[in-house]
């Protein structure tokens, strides 16, 4: 018995397909140095955050857990436009320059859209480290380096007049216990 020649045609089409696919993903990688810079989940920021939230947040005496979770929520997991153009991982505001994007902002309790200037940054460490240095050196978070557990420090941020959000403190807070964050602040 004859053994069939495999189908050419098919043969040709899988080859095609395989070429368009390579050819639409090389403009990706070149444009991010071959690296995938994406986070697809928020587990995978967290992971990928977690050894930068630990250092910067150590050398300032804060809590890790709180550093990383306050990223998450104010970067949306780094994929925030913030974070993504501009490596501010924080929605720390400019006092001249940056660039001014939309944001939510509480006055009495009443959420409202306004255009805010924002600090840009040349890395997501330069942020991380930015951040750090205001929590630890500015004088209205001095209460903060005092703080005795995570929730304490979230707390002290907020009154201090970090966030507008009324719920800014539980929001963190949340998300430090649901990625068990805490474990970082013992690191």
Request: with cysteine; proline share 3%.
């Amino acid at each position: 018995m004859r053994k069939k020649k495999p189908n050419m045609f098919f043969r040709r089409l899988v080859t095609l397909t395989i070429l368009g696919i390579l050819i639409m993903m090389i403009p990706a990688m070149l444009l991010n140095n071959g690296t995938n810079t994406n986070v697809n989940t928020k587990e995978d920021y967290i992971e990928s955050t977690k050894s930068l939230a630990i250092s910067v947040s150590k050398k300032s005496g804060l809590f890790p857990s709180v550093t990383l979770a306050q990223s998450a929520l104010e970067s949306n997991f780094g994929r925030s436009e913030l974070s993504t153009k501009y490596n501010n991982y924080f929605g720390i505001k400019a006092k001249s320059g940056g660039v001014e994007l939309e944001t939510k902002e509480y006055e009495n309790g009443v959420e409202k859209s306004v255009l805010e200037p924002f600090k840009k940054y040349d890395s997501k460490k330069d942020s991380f480290k930015d951040y750090a240095r205001l929590i630890s050196t500015a004088d209205r978070y001095k209460k903060v380096l005092e703080a005795k557990d995570y929730k304490e420090a979230i707390t002290l941020i907020k009154a201090c007049g970090y966030a507008t959000d009324p719920n800014y403190a539980s929001k963190v807070i949340e998300i430090i216990e649901k990625y068990n964050l805490t474990e970082l602040d013992g690191e």
